[in-house]
């Protein structure tokens, strides 16, 4: 099938972006990014936007820094671009661990972080990294800029507090501390296949025990989020397999209704025992 017609829009600036989705979000505008959801799905007649707002020829939109202890991602800034060397010390460890993840190596040289957050699938890895590391993240209307924390962005299954005229602008995580010890683990079907369970955790060791755990879980609820439970049963402890096996345990006890509880729970079990110890 071939997409329904639209009107494409190609923006240079900001602010022309931000002026004609004003414009157009009303009568079903888009924002097009990496186009590797949005493409498909209008190719599919999934979705059918009458107007696309090209962002990719915003002039800045590309940029990549670090900046006041934190590492500021454009909105068109492709997966491919945040691997170990994107950050230094523990945090672009990680992103090296998880960006490989994402589909497959073309997809991941033209589909986009921001583009992840904005769509909030729930198995995203992105979404579990913003949500796991506190992301901030800044959208820009006619009405201004607004910087949302990743939990109150990430409202539920492909849901976000973005309203329609709001241009997710810039993404911003912070630097990890030297002595953060970084875990990423995710099962999926195949190769390159959204993710059934993903954990992600940091934490660091002071004085034999761990300090600043911080364990996010994704893929089986409808958004990836930080499992407190988790994060209580493991910090001032040794990091040893028993307060690992607690941690996991907490984990899964904190897991909402799912379809296969116990599939579930073996899932989130082992997703976080694993980054652990990987992190470990
Ligand atoms: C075969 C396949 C496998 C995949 N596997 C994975 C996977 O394992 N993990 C994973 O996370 N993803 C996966 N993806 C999705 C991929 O990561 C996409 O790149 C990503 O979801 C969307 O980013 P994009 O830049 O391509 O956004 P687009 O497709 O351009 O846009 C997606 C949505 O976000 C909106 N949007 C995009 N940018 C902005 C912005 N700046 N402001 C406001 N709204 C915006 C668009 O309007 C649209 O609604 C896969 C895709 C394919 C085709």
Redesign the pocket.
């Known amino acids: 099938m071939k997409p329904a017609a639209f009107e494409y829009h190609m923006p240079r600036t900001v602010e022309e972006a931000v002026a004609i989705l004003a414009r157009v979000a009303p009568l079903d505008g888009?924002?097009?990014?990496?186009?590797?959801?949005?493409?498909?799905a209008m190719a599919l007649r999934l979705a059918r936007p009458s107007h696309l707002v090209d962002?990719n020829r915003v002039a800045g939109f590309d940029r990549l820094d670090v900046r006041d202890g934190m590492l500021e991602i454009g909105?068109c800034v492709r997966?491919a671009a945040l691997d170990r060397s994107a950050a230094p010390g523990p945090l672009g460890r990680l992103l090296g661990l998880v960006q490989p993840?994402?589909?497959?190596h073309p997809?991941r040289t033209?589909?986009?972080f921001?583009?992840?957050l904005?769509?909030a699938?729930a198995?995203?890895?992105?979404c579990l990294t913003a949500v796991a590391l506190d992301a901030r993240i800044e959208a820009r209307s006619g009405r201004g800029t607004r910087s949302i924390p990743a939990d109150a962005f990430l409202l539920g299954y492909m849901t976000t507090s973005?309203e329609p005229d709001?241009?997710?602008?810039r993404a911003r995580l912070p630097l990890l501390p030297d002595d953060a010890r970084v875990g990423f683990y995710e099962y999926?079907r195949r190769a390159?296949?959204?993710?059934q369970v993903m954990a992600l955790v940091t934490y660091a060791v002071r004085g034999g025990v761990v300090a600043a755990p911080r364990i996010a879980l994704g893929g089986l609820e409808s958004r990836p989020r930080r499992m407190a439970g988790a994060e209580a049963a493991i910090v001032g402890r040794v990091p040893d397999a028993l307060a690992f096996r607690s941690a996991a345990d907490a984990a899964a006890d904190a897991l909402g209704p799912t379809e296969d509880p116990d599939y579930a729970r073996t899932l989130a079990t082992t997703a976080v025992l694993r980054a652990l110890a990987a992190a470990a």
């Open positions: 888009r924002v097009l990014a990496g186009g590797q959801t949005l493409v498909p962002i909105p997966h993840h994402i589909a497959h997809i033209r589909g986009t921001c583009g992840s904005a769509n699938d198995a995203s890895e992105w973005l709001e241009l997710l602008v999926a390159g296949d959204f993710a």
